[in-house]
């Protein structure tokens, strides 16, 4: 009960913004021009924001081993290597391509690891904080990887390569690693502005995915939506949490897999696919689905691994 409540709490302030944006659109209050000119700030301010915060902040203590950063980053190689193999198999339009890869493989690790770790292991923030350091910058990498392959335009090596420099959340994750590494500090007084900015971005985006909502096009996408939400939540967990197990993943490291495996589809998902020529529809709806029923599924993970005694 005490982790299906965390879960619950973790999840309903996310879904109420979403139903706030809704609401403000319905009212008016948010038209369609504005809310597409907030989602390309949020994409070049806001996102990379949050990104630098967190992996800046990731700097407070190291306690982790490298096999275990490894182990995620291969895992999150595997799960998008294949998809990138077998999406194009099940869906002719490139538009959705894209969008199905990246809604499946990349969750919102940030947002919810770090509170579902501090549920039980409050003084060791710091080995998910360092994992967030590595696996967010990874995620941005693949997710303009794959938008740009299925752009609707013939690939190309050098347009890719320019979308990597020049997206805002990759130039995030850089400049945060650059402090990491180097263990420079920023001024208290700036320090707290950053802090301020990364504190209403997720509100923010939130409200504005919830302004963008279609439910028209989430009926005529609703085999798609079934098929990426199904994966995102209960195929993903499925495939690679005993094969953490077997690694040897326990405790914190563990809880901190099940965090990244089982966390809806990160919230920038949508604003990148609108800035890259995705459908933004789609990238919309399946983060809306995935953080409405996530709730119960990451209850259902935390249930089943603290059932084994491995927590």
């Not at 209050?29 to 800046?56: C, D, G, R, S």
């Not at 700097?59 to 990138?84: E, H, K, N, Y």
């Not at 690790?109 to 910058?137: E, H, K, M, R």
Request: charged fraction near 10%; aromatic fraction near 12%; hydrophobic fraction near 55%.
């Amino acid at each position: 009960m005490e982790s299906f409540l965390l879960a619950l709490n973790i999840v309903l302030p996310l879904f109420c913004l979403l139903v706030l944006g809704l609401f403000l659109k319905t009212k008016g209050l948010m038209p369609e021009p504005f809310v597409k000119q907030l989602n390309t700030v949020l994409f070049k301010a806001f996102f990379p924001t949050i990104i630098f915060y967190n992996i800046y902040h990731s700097a407070d203590t190291v306690t982790f081993r490298p096999q275990t950063i490894l182990f995620f980053v291969g895992t999150i190689l595997v799960s998008f290597f294949f998809l990138c193999w077998f999406i194009p198999r099940i869906e002719p339009e490139q538009s959705y391509r894209g969008v199905m890869i990246q809604g499946i493989f990349r969750s919102n690790f940030v947002l919810f690891g770090l509170p579902i770790t501090a549920s039980v292991y409050d003084n060791q923030l710091g080995t998910t904080a360092v994992l967030i350091a590595f696996v967010v910058p990874l995620f941005n990498v693949l997710s303009v990887v794959i938008l740009e392959i299925f752009r609707g335009q013939k690939p190309s090596v050098k347009h890719i390569i320019k979308g990597i420099l020049t997206n805002p959340l990759i130039i995030g994750s850089v400049i945060g690693i650059l402090f990491l590494a180097s263990g420079l500090h920023l001024p208290s007084f700036l320090e707290k502005t950053i802090a301020d900015v990364a504190g209403v971005t997720t509100p923010l985006a939130l409200i504005a995915l919830g302004a963008s909502f279609d439910f028209k096009s989430a009926n005529a996408n609703r085999k798609k939506l079934a098929f990426c939400v199904i994966s995102r939540l209960l195929v993903c967990p499925a495939i690679f949490l005993p094969i953490g197990i077997l690694f040897g993943l326990r405790q914190v490291e563990l809880l901190a897999f099940i965090s990244m495996l089982s966390a809806p589809t990160s919230v920038s998902t949508f604003t990148m696919a609108q800035q890259m020529n995705g459908d933004s529809d789609l990238a919309g709806q399946i983060v809306v689905f995935t953080s409405m029923l996530s709730a119960f599924t990451i209850f259902l993970w935390i249930f089943l691994i603290s059932q084994l005694g491995l927590l």
